[in-house]
Nanobody, 122 residues
Framework: QVRLVESGGGSVQAGGSLRLSCSAS????????MGWFRQTPGKQREAVTQ???????SVADSVQGRFTISQDNAKTTLNLTMSRLKPEDTAMYFC????????????????WGQGTQVTVRS
């Protein structure tokens, strides 16, 4: 059973930074890929990361230059470092995982974490 746990959310002033972490358990290294999404109440989920079929990640165009991602060697931890945060970044941030081959849409992901709230104050 795959389990994803997000952490690191909080409330920060605009221009500040946060580092989110997703810790995965229940699958072997190299058997899944992971990604980050965010959602504001009443709106659809927005992809924060993009993945290729092998699970290699990049950040979405909407956050390019402000957000970066990193993984441990086992690819069971996915970090999202968010800098120069804007009020528009306020959302619940979700970590998700899927089996190979991977794709970037939210429909591709079968396993989801509970989310961690990010609030950016103006």
């Amino acid at each position: 059973q795959v389990r994803l746990v997000e952490s690191g959310g909080g409330s920060v002033q605009a221009g500040g930074s946060l580092r989110l972490s997703c810790s995965a358990s229940g699958f072997l290294s190299g058997t899944h890929c992971m990604g980050w999404f965010r959602q504001t109440p009443g709106k659809q989920r927005e992809a924060v990361t993009q993945t290729d079929e092998d699970g290699n990640l990049s950040v979405a165009d909407s956050v390019q230059g402000r957000f970066t991602i990193s993984q441990d060697n086992a690819k069971t931890t996915l970090n999202l470092t968010m800098s120069r945060l804007k009020p528009e970044d306020t959302a619940m941030y979700f970590c998700a995982a899927q089996n190979f081959p991977c794709c970037s849409g939210d429909y591709c992901y079968s396993m989801w974490g509970q989310g961690t709230q990010v609030t950016v104050r103006s």
